[in-house]
């Protein structure tokens, strides 16, 4: 299936098929406080507004918050929650985005995508960005797309509520923190750019999560996945790893299938600024044989400098933690390069001085487009993305490649998210990051942003940070 829009020009997939194996399925239920509190117990009823738990504050990475400054510049935010169930392919991506906030051009309105098992996908969208909310300081955010009750203030229900208060109060919406999800949404895509039609009518969830390992080593301080000029609009769109694994427990109800799940494999990512990348390719795995926690990010990408039209630069990343230690590999501290087909090759490779990796994928289902907020035509089909990805990760001693590796990893199955996105996609993409020598000398400083804004008041920190 491809994208019907311009800016998402990729080749047909070739001898691709469907990736399938069984998962533990029930009937649908209809939710109910009942229901909440009989599969999550105790803890249903202890959810806070806080979304970081108690303990956890370790755990916590820059950008957590909400991004937007409240000045009428085109903008989005967008979140991405992964939760990986058992078999090919069978996973779910919560994926969340906000244009335009101030409610000031056609492209205003407020997106929830779900992908979902076998590469499905459904979209709720609506221009009422009133009905959006999210937390500048912390990983919060929500929408009431529609109430159950009309004589309830809006306001009342624009914050993380208990479940069953949720349920009670909100027919069709979402909340999401870092320990916390549910919501309810159906197929409406009036709005939306393009024609990316949906393939299940409904989706329903509610699981909590519990945070294992953030952006950074476990137990140091966690880091911004861009680095400190992540902080300043200039380099757009910015990108944060929010949380390379968890571990989520509960339920998804998927056009009439329900899949239920315990310490199933959770990850989460945002991005915001002025519109996505004009092209990346992007690898994520946190399912690996063998090596549970270990978590992969790797990508490459050509975005555009804020405000300088055409100065574009080639950047990308590859972020591993395993066994409680964090490889991190950017153009700032070595060199980076890809090479990718249209549609069912990854590698990325990258070296700093201590260490050389390479991830690789590669995917035979032929995906499914997703949308992405885009600067000139908002939500639009954008991208292709799969559960069904075989990933391979190796690290080895700089200048040791012909050696035994520090780590060999291998996805369980194929359970690995891979994606392309932007364009044109039409041949092999063979690249090296490229970053200007006065842009690596600013991100080699060693300024702790963060840190800083810690000593000012809770007004004057900047959003999101």
């Known amino acids: 299936m491809l994208a019907c829009h311009r800016g998402l020009q990729l080749a047909p997939p070739t001898a691709l098929h469907s990736c399938t194996a069984p998962v533990q399925r029930q009937p649908p239920q209809s939710a109910s406080r009942a229901l909440i509190s009989r599969y999550f117990g105790r803890h249903a009823c202890d959810v806070r507004a806080e979304a970081v738990p108690s303990g956890g504050r370790s755990l916590r990475t820059p950008h957590s918050g909400y991004h937007w400054d409240g000045t009428p510049r085109r903008f989005f935010e967008g979140w991405y929650f992964k939760v990986t169930l058992p078999g090919d392919g069978q996973s779910f991506a919560l994926i969340y985005s906000v244009e335009d906030p101030l409610g000031n051009n056609k492209y205003s309105g407020v997106g929830a995508q779900v992908m979902g098992p076998d590469d499905g996908y459904l979209l709720q969208y609506s221009p009422q960005v009133q009905e959006f909310w999210a937390d500048r300081s912390e990983l919060a955010l929500g929408a009431v797309f529609k109430q159950r009750s009309a004589s309830q203030p809006l306001s009342g229900l624009k914050r993380v509520l208990p479940p069953a208060q949720f349920e009670a109060g909100v027919e069709q919406g979402f909340q999401a923190t870092a320990t916390w999800h549910q919501g309810s949404i159906v197929r409406q895509e009036a709005g939306a750019t393009g024609t990316l039609t949906s393939t299940v009518d409904t989706c329903r969830w509610a699981f909590s999560v519990r945070p ?9 301080r966690q880091k911004a996945t861009a680095g400190w000029l992540a902080s300043l609009p200039v380099f757009e ?15 998804v109800e998927w056009g009439g299938q329900r899949y239920e799940f315990t310490d199933a494999p959770h990850y989460v990512e945002k991005n915001w600024g002025g519109g996505f990348p004009r092209r990346w390719c992007w690898i994520q795995c946190n399912t690996f044989e063998g090596e549970p926690g270990t978590s992969v990010t790797a990508v490459g990408a050509l975005r555009g400098l804020l405000g300088v039209p055409g100065v574009e630069e080639n950047v990308g990343m590859i972020g591993i933690h395993h066994r409680g230690r964090f490889y991190e590999f950017l153009p700032n501290n070595g060199s980076l390069s890809w090479d990718v087909d249209p549609w069912g090759r990854w590698r990325i490779s990258a070296r700093t001085r201590e260490h050389e990796a390479v991830v690789e994928a590669v995917c035979e289902a032929p995906g499914t487009p997703l949308r992405a907020p885009t600067i000139d035509e908002g939500l639009a089909p954008f991208c292709r993305d799969s559960f069904c990805g075989k990933v391979r990760i190796r690290v080895w001693a700089a200048g040791d490649t012909g050696g035994t590796p520090i780590l060999d990893c291998t996805s369980a199955g194929n359970s690995g998210a891979v994606e392309v996105g932007g364009g044109p996609w039409f041949s092999r993409w063979q690249q090296e990051a490229e970053m200007a020598g006065p842009v690596k000398q600013l991100l080699n400083l060693p300024l702790d942003v963060e840190a800083l804004a810690d000593w000012l008041p809770a007004k004057l920190r900047p959003p999101g940070l």
């Open 237 to 251: 769109p910015h990108w944060q790893v929010v949380m390379a694994h968890g571990l989520a427990t509960g339920w």
């Open 212 to 220: 294992v390992v953030g952006w950074g080593d476990v137990g140091g």
